[in-house]
């Protein structure tokens, strides 16, 4: 059955991509986006818009909402290192107003938006969600407040929950796709490269105990982690696909990536040969924090919600991103 959604971060990438999923399935669909880092155009057509901030969620959420997808955050690892307040401020303190206006409005279904930073360097490999939670930055970090923060909600007042840990998300969904300023994530860095908007990619360390020496991360397709999403949902309203309903008062965490590891010089090598264009490679330092491996087990979203993720193929995920970069990006809707 269908349903009413807020989705906060929804001009956002991962937001954008998943209230079009929302919205394609047929559910009535509100974005709260202050635009700092998103872009009006990148929201759906047929999904209602509110510029504001998560303080502003109180003047949107009725008792007619069946939910809320919360996205909106800083995402920047590095940025956190230098403005770490801005990260506490915004991602944990724009939550807790996010929880008290579900909570005055009755409001008790949750997906929130986590990461695979909140593990911090890994101790074993593939993680799993019963791994030490070390966040290795102020962004890690903030994410892990909050996934506490839910917890405490959901056993404190009956709120069901379902935090999902992104690995290395990539790739576009359409018209949907990923554009930062400036850009810092390694596979649209490799596709300006390809396109020659710049001269070549830097690769940070070569001589990491991997197979080729560069670092390895799990890259998962946006579509397959958006399908992900209206899963976690509908294991909260009963049409859930997995082993378990999350009831009220529940609070499920699960790893969302494609379970392969890729590392910086196949993603170089595969970009090479998607798009048929040369790129040049400079070796550069190793950037700080990076652990040498981030692989995820992703066994429990599979049996928990019944997720299948169909775009594990790392070309098929380079290709979409290609597109996106070639028909969208820096044109329609990126005002
Ligand atoms: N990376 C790189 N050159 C770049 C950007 C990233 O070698 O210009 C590497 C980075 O060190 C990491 C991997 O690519 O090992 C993925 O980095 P990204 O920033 O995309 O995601 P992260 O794993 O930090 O979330």
Not at 70 to 76: E, K, T
Not at 88 to 102: H, K, P, Q, Y
């Amino acid at each position: 059955h269908t349903g009413k959604y807020l989705v906060t971060g929804g001009a956002g990438y991962i937001g954008s991509v998943v209230a079009a999923h929302l919205v394609e399935a047929g559910h009535s669909v509100t974005v709260l986006d202050d635009l700092s880092t998103g872009f009006r155009g990148a929201v759906p057509e047929g999904a209602a818009f509110v510029e504001g901030r998560l303080q502003d969620a109180r003047r949107v959420l009725d008792s007619s909402y069946d939910g809320v997808l919360h996205f909106a955050a800083h995402s920047q690892v590095g940025e956190s290192v230098q403005d770490p307040g801005k990260y506490w401020r915004n991602n944990v303190g724009g939550s807790i107003e996010l929880l008290d206006a579900m909570r005055e409005a009755g409001v008790r279904r949750l997906v929130f938006s986590s990461t695979a930073a909140t593990y911090g360097e890994p101790l074993t490999t593939p993680i799993h969600e019963d791994a030490s939670e070390a966040p290795t930055n102020p962004y890690g970090a903030s994410k892990l407040a909050v996934d506490h923060m839910i917890g405490g909600e959901c056993r404190a007042h009956g709120l069901a929950a379902v935090s999902l840990r992104y690995f290395n998300v990539a790739g576009a969904y359409g018209r949907y796709g990923e554009r930062h300023d400036p850009e810092s994530h390694l596979i649209p860095i490799v596709l300006q490269v390809a396109q020659g908007r710049r001269d070549a990619v830097s690769v940070f360390g070569d001589d990491y105990p991997t197979p080729d020496g560069t670092c390895v991360r799990d890259y998962i397709h946006v579509a397959d982690l958006a399908e992900a999403h209206l899963l976690a949902m509908a294991a909260m309203t009963g049409g859930g696909e997995g082993a378990g309903e999350v009831a009220g008062g529940a609070h499920l965490i699960c790893n969302l990536g494609n379970g392969n590891g890729f590392s910086v010089r196949e993603v170089v090598e595969t970009v090479r040969k998607v798009t048929g264009h040369p790129v040049p490679e400079a070796a550069a330092p190793r950037r700080d924090g990076d652990p040498a491996q981030l692989v995820a087990s992703a066994e429990r979203a599979v049996k928990q919600l019944g997720w299948r993720p169909s775009r594990t193929d790392l070309a098929e995920i380079v290709q979409d991103a290609w597109d996106f970069t070639q028909r969208y990006a820096g044109t329609a809707g990126a005002e």
